[in-house]
């Protein structure tokens, strides 16, 4: 069976209407301030490694690894992003990543693309990035121990935040909602921990001014650019041999009954990232991926570029 990757995306259908157009209301207001802190103080220089940063996430999704219990988890990236990007560039990232998931692959409800961006972008990059420069004077060692920690803390609470929602929405009993969803991602968020750790360790031994406080990072050329287009490609390529076992946020929706409630959306561009000529075939679902990256890397360039602080 193929498998879409939707571990915490919540499909339209699992949150009423009250508490979808809430979210979508936070949601607008963190972007609004995103976009205005954003905007003074990009630098040129920025404005690439925020496209390579979506790009890379965007794909390292697409590989869902398997935890106990017949289940899987993936990648979220907000924490990496943050402590690389800072936490208002990785919030216009992850709201990229997370609206071109929903509007182009049907990944995840427009509806609850609010509480989506949120759980998944905002409360993610938050935590990643506090965590991290409250320690990044520290020894590396000690750093990223505490950037694993800070995955970790990230992972756990979008799965609260969605247990949360749906208790709120009515769709199940909060005593039983909240404790499935958090011993579900409690092993789910020691992969995104592995994950950003391994990720934050290369790029300190091959380009440690990316992590700088500063905005001047990224300066003396462009050849990691395409290191990290690369990589991004390289995780859609081995897409097809992600696991196809039932994401943290469907084991549990199956579980407890209420996964019956998820509505299909209205249309079908890519969905679950396949092309649709060529059907749901490991060929299909690598070019989706190489699109889909493509077009979240080129949206986020375009909108770094444009709120970029001028010279």
């Known amino acids: 069976m193929h498998y879409s990757p939707t571990a915490l995306h919540i ?3 699992f949150l009423n209407i009250v508490i979808a157009l809430i979210f ?5 207001v963190f972007v609004a301030i995103a976009i205005s802190k954003t905007n003074k103080s990009l630098g040129e220089k920025q404005v690439p490694l925020m496209g390579v940063m979506a790009a890379f996430v965007f794909a390292a999704q697409m590989l869902n690894f398997p935890v106990p219990g017949g289940t899987s988890g993936h990648f979220l990236g907000g924490a990496l992003a943050a402590i690389v990007l800072g936490p208002w560039e990785s919030i216009l990232v992850m709201t990229a990543v997370i609206a071109v998931q929903g509007l182009l692959f049907q990944d995840g409800g427009l509806l609850a693309m609010g509480a989506n961006i949120f759980n998944m972008g905002i409360l993610t990059a938050l935590i990643g990035f506090g965590l991290y420069r409250a320690v990044s004077t520290s ?9 694993g920690v800070a995955a970790w803390l990230s992972t756990i609470a979008s799965a609260l935040f969605a247990g949360l929602q749906l208790w709120l929405s009515g769709t199940s009993r909060l005593e039983i909602v909240l404790p499935a969803m958090l011993g579900m991602h409690v092993l789910i968020g020691l992969g995104e921990a592995i994950i950003t750790v391994a990720a934050l360790a290369f790029i300190e031994r091959t380009r440690p001014d990316l992590l700088n406080a500063d905005k001047s990072a990224g300066q003396g050329g462009y050849g990691w650019v395409i290191a990290g287009l690369l990589f991004a490609i390289l995780a859609a390529i081995l897409s097809p041999v992600a696991s196809t076992n039932p994401d943290g946020l469907e084991r549990v929706a199956l579980d407890l009954g209420f996964f019956e409630n998820s509505q299909s959306a209205p249309y079908q561009i890519l969905p679950d990232y396949s092309l649709p000529f060529l059907g749901q075939t490991a060929l299909s679902t690598i070019l989706a991926g190489i699109i889909g990256l493509v077009i979240v890397a080129g949206l986020v360039i375009l909108l770094a570029r444009s709120l970029r602080k001028k010279p």
Do not use: C, E
């Open 11 to 13: 499909p339209d259908g």
């Open 24 to 28: 979508w209301a936070l949601t607008a």
């Open 139 to 147: 020894r590396k060692s000690f750093r990223m121990a505490v950037a």
